[in-house]
Nanobody
Framework: QVKMVESGGGSVQAGGSLRLTCVGS????????MGWFRQAPGKEREGVAR????????AYDDSVKGRFTISQDKAKNTLYLQMNRLKPEDTATYYC???????????????????WGQGTQVTVSS
């Protein structure tokens, strides 16, 4: 079993920054790919960034490239999302996700991730 807990969300003005943290426990050590997703009210959940744990290879959605940075601290079983130059359209609930099952990194395919955190709210005002 894997448990993940996000934190770091909050309310900021446009142009501000936030750093999201996702701490994993249980079988989290066997993670393969980890991702950050977000879901705004009335919209589908979408991928924001992902990292392949073994190599550190990262990928980003075009909407956040150059503004967001995903990183990991393996020793602390922790995943981060540094969000800079935030925009009102970044407002959403942000979720971390982990792929545990064998296979290639699912990138932003939601069904490819096995475990999810409970989410943390990010609100950006103009």
């Amino acid at each position: 079993q894997v448990k993940m807990v996000e934190s770091g969300g909050g309310s900021v003005q446009a142009g501000g920054s936030l750093r999201l943290t996702c701490v994993g426990s249980g079988a989290f050590f066997s993670r393969r790919c980890m991702g950050w997703f977000r879901q705004a009210p009335g919209k589908e959940r979408e991928g924001v960034a992902r990292i392949f744990s073994l190599t550190g290879d990262t990928a980003y959605d075009d909407s956040v490239k150059g503004r967001f940075t995903i990183s990991q601290d393996k020793a602390k079983n922790t995943l981060y999302l540094q969000m800079n130059r935030l925009k009102p359209e970044d407002t959403a609930t942000y979720y971390c996700a982990a792929q545990i099952q064998p296979g290639g990194c699912p990138d932003f395919e939601i069904s490819g991730y096995d475990y999810w955190g409970q989410g943390t709210q990010v609100t950006v005002s103009s």
